[in-house]
């Protein structure tokens, strides 16, 4: 088949809205937007699958280059491999506070009062792990597995973890972006192929009733847009 002839067009679905309904919708938006925090302290209470399904179904519709979505997310309910990776992670953990982390990086976590226990990852109810599928492989000659190029993986991964992340606010549900680092382990508790790399690893559920955030503050809008009109 030539290049051509596999190119199809469809009419754009897109609804016109009206400016009102517009600033309506920006301003629902952003309010519910403007309360989304980074939360490290969960409940057990469990999340209904539904939400996470369609969170996911929302991180899928993010746009990537050209349109090669390589992303896979690996959604972890087993407290036997929420136990395998808070072990694991803690371990990598420990060696960065105590070891690896320069003091520089070490002044900056200061005042998110971070250190390296992990215990959320075995409270949370739900570990969303992100991978990055840095190629794909052609499996129609299961003998040659020829590997297909991927453009732009990292903005496309960090795109669709937005998308997530927003939808998982707006359904009422609390995360953590969380980078153990490094994250090989993941690949290996979740026996994962080599084309597929740890991205983040987002812890999903309800906060604990006595959850405390950072006190911590956002830039203006004048300090990280510029227009030039
Ligand atoms: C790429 C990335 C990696 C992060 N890694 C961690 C992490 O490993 N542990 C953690 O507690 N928070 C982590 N965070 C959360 C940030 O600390 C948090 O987003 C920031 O302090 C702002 O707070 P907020 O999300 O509540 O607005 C990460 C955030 C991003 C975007």
């Not at 539904?50 to 997310?73: H, K, T, Y």
């Not at 020829?146 to 937005?162: D, F, L, M, N, T």
């Not at 956002?218 to 009109?229: D, G, H, P, R, W």
Request: hydrophobic share 40%; proline share 7%; charged share 25%.
């Amino acid at each position: 088949m030539s290049k051509a002839s596999s190119r199809s067009f469809i009419p754009l679905e897109f609804e016109l809205l009206s400016t009102e309904r517009q600033l309506s919708r920006a301003q629902e938006f952003e309010l519910g937007m403007g309360t989304r925090r980074t939360v490290r302290q969960f409940s057990s209470r469990q999340v209904p699958r539904q939400l996470i399904e369609s969170a996911l179904r929302v991180a899928s519709r993010a746009p990537s280059g050209a349109n090669q979505q390589p992303w896979r997310f690996v959604v972890v309910l087993d407290p036997e491999k929420k136990r395998q990776i808070r072990v694991a992670a803690e371990a990598e953990e420990r060696d960065n506070y105590e070891r690896r982390f320069p003091q520089e990086w070490l002044d900056a976590l200061e005042t998110l009062g971070t250190d390296w226990h992990k215990e959320f990852l075995e409270i949370a109810p739900c570990l969303i792990v992100v991978f990055r599928v840095d190629y794909g492989i052609d499996d129609e000659d299961k003998a040659k597995q020829r590997k297909i190029k991927h453009y732009y993986v990292q903005e496309s991964v960090g795109i669709a973890c937005g998308f997530l992340i927003a939808a998982l606010h707006w359904m009422g549900l609390a995360t953590l972006t969380h980078t153990p680092s490094p994250m090989g382990f993941l690949s290996q508790v979740l026996d994962r192929p080599p084309n597929e790399k740890p991205y983040l690893l987002i812890p999903v559920g309800f906060p604990a009733n006595d959850a405390k955030v950072p006190n911590i503050a956002k830039k203006s809008l004048n300090e990280i847009a510029v227009f030039v009109e």
